[in-house]
């Protein structure tokens, strides 16, 4: 069965940096479009980033533009999410996502779930 597994969490001072990583398993066949969500206590789960096959595209939510990089092993079947000048608003639980799709009113959504990893920012 699918399963994603994310690591790399933790307490870091704003302006810190931190990488998540995604293992993911238990897929007949790689999926096009993985990602990276969060969610704060209280609020939605929101996109972060997406990578559509071996990077052959990304997207990034505007409040992380410059700071975050996503990227993708396929050999590895890895995902992982570099995080740089880490601000306080960026504290959430983080998770991974496969075959991410956009919903009829243009949200990023998901088929399969990781279980989360969590980045606080104090």
């Known amino acids: 069965h699918v399963q994603l597994v994310e690591s790399g969490g933790g307490l870091v001072q704003p302006g810190g940096s931190l990488r998540l990583s995604c293992a993911a398993s238990?897929?007949?066949?790689?999926?096009?479009?993985m990602g990276w969500f969060r969610q704060s206590p209280g609020e939605e789960r929101e996109w972060v980033a997406i990578?559509?096959?071996?990077?052959?595209?990304?997207w990034y939510t505007d409040s992380v533009k410059g700071r975050f990089v996503i990227s993708r092993d396929y050999d590895k079947k890895t995902v992982d999410l570099q995080m740089h000048s880490l601000r306080p608003e960026d504290t959430a639980m983080y998770y991974c996502?496969?075959?991410?799709?956009?919903?009829?009113?243009?949200?990023?959504?998901?088929?399969?779930w990781g279980q989360g990893t969590q980045v606080t920012v104090s």
């Open positions: 238990g897929f007949t066949a790689a999926p096009n479009y």
């Open positions: 990578i559509y096959q071996d990077s052959r595209a990304t």
């Open positions: 996502a496969a075959d991410c799709y956009v919903n009829p009113s243009g949200r990023w959504l998901a088929k399969y």
